[in-house]
């Protein structure tokens, strides 16, 4: 299901290793006044990020943590394989060249040398990001690399973001849903505010490079939302393999394989793979506080209709 299982592993365990010896205070770092770990990125890749060279034949994967990212990505890898029907030879090129990356497979992770690593990367390069349109570095747009942008009602969103937040050692975890809830509503977490990140993404909904799908919308028909996915990075495959990958991607199967895939990560990674799980934490003033934050942010956008807000997010 991955292509490089054990590079992954190593790198988040280092990560991991790393933070044990880091005061909470020094885990983040803040760039453009947004935070991010520290033991995985820095100030430099964020500038270095900027030169990065986008082709054409990109697969850009976007979206804010805990939106759906792990799920998509294992999703568009199996389409594009299936599409590409590599060799073996290929196929341990393309796991070669990801080896000497040296990094955890984001955008912007990693030291500021890994996009002149990259460069050595076959086409089609798989890449995927947490940012919003207006961080990501300008080739992508300027070279039409298609981007995949996935949204998640923020409820459901703020809730997972929460647990993985207070499981994962990278970053400091909060001593109450309450407070955590505070800093969610006014974007001090790592990559800031989720309201910011859906407000930017809706200004380019129309962009002919740019496709948004929501996490709702492939839980409810993920073999629909897989075609649709296919469509737009131009992949052919059969009604076989759409059924195939369904069953190899589904939540059960990769929370199955989490510790072959992503070692201690995984027990972080796979939670429950839900919708509607926010309602076990939010309390009705919270809810009220979410719901007016969305409608002045997002209310009336073809965004807010793409994540179906009234559907998911009303008590």
Same mark, same amino acid.
């Given at each position: ?27 983040? !770092?803040?760039?453009?006044?947004? %935070?991010? +770990? &520290?033991?995985? =990125?820095?100030? $430099?890749? /964020?500038? *270095? ?114 647990? !993985?937040?207070?499981?994962?050692? %990278?970053? +400091? &975890?909060?001593? =109450?849903?309450? $407070?955590? /809830?505070? *800093? ?132």
């Amino acid at each position: 299901m991955n292509r490089n299982r054990q590079r992954l592993i190593e790198v988040l365990e280092n990560a991991f290793s790393q933070s044990e010896k880091i005061p909470p205070e020094d885990m983040v !770092f803040s760039y453009r006044g947004i %935070l991010y +770990p &520290s033991t995985l =990125s820095s100030p $430099e890749t /964020f500038e *270095a990020l900027k030169s990065f060279e986008a082709r054409s034949d990109d697969v850009i994967l976007a979206g804010y943590p805990k939106t759906g990212n792990n799920w998509l990505s294992e999703i568009v890898k199996e389409l594009e394989s299936a599409d590409a029907k590599y060799t073996e030879e290929e196929m341990e090129e393309r796991i070669n060249a990801e080896k000497k990356l040296q990094t955890f497979p984001c955008l912007e992770f990693g030291d500021p040398g890994i996009y002149e690593r990259m460069k050595k990367l076959p086409s089609r390069r798989i890449i995927v990001t947490h940012l919003p349109p207006h961080l990501l570095p300008p080739s992508i747009l300027q070279n039409k690399a298609k981007i995949l942008a996935l949204v998640r009602n923020p409820k459901d969103t703020a809730v997972s973001y929460y647990h !993985f937040y207070n499981n994962l050692p %990278l970053v +400091p &975890s909060f001593p =109450s849903w309450n $407070e955590y /809830f505070a *800093a969610f509503m006014n974007g001090k977490l790592t990559w800031g505010s989720y309201f910011d990140h859906l407000v930017e993404w809706n200004k380019y909904i129309n962009h002919e490079s740019i496709m948004m799908i929501s996490y709702e919308e492939l839980k409810e028909n993920q073999v629909l939302g897989m075609k649709k996915i296919a469509d737009f990075f131009g992949f052919s495959l059969c009604e076989e393999d759409f059924h195939i990958i369904a069953k190899n991607t589904s939540f059960q199967a990769m929370k199955e394989k989490s510790k072959e895939t992503h070692g201690k990560f995984g027990d972080i990674l796979f939670r429950k793979g839900v919708v509607g799980n926010w309602r076990d934490l939010f309390s009705a003033a919270q809810n009220e506080e979410m719901d007016r934050k969305f409608e002045d942010s997002l209310g009336g956008t073809k965004l807010a209709a793409k994540i179906k807000y009234d559907v998911y997010c009303k008590a």
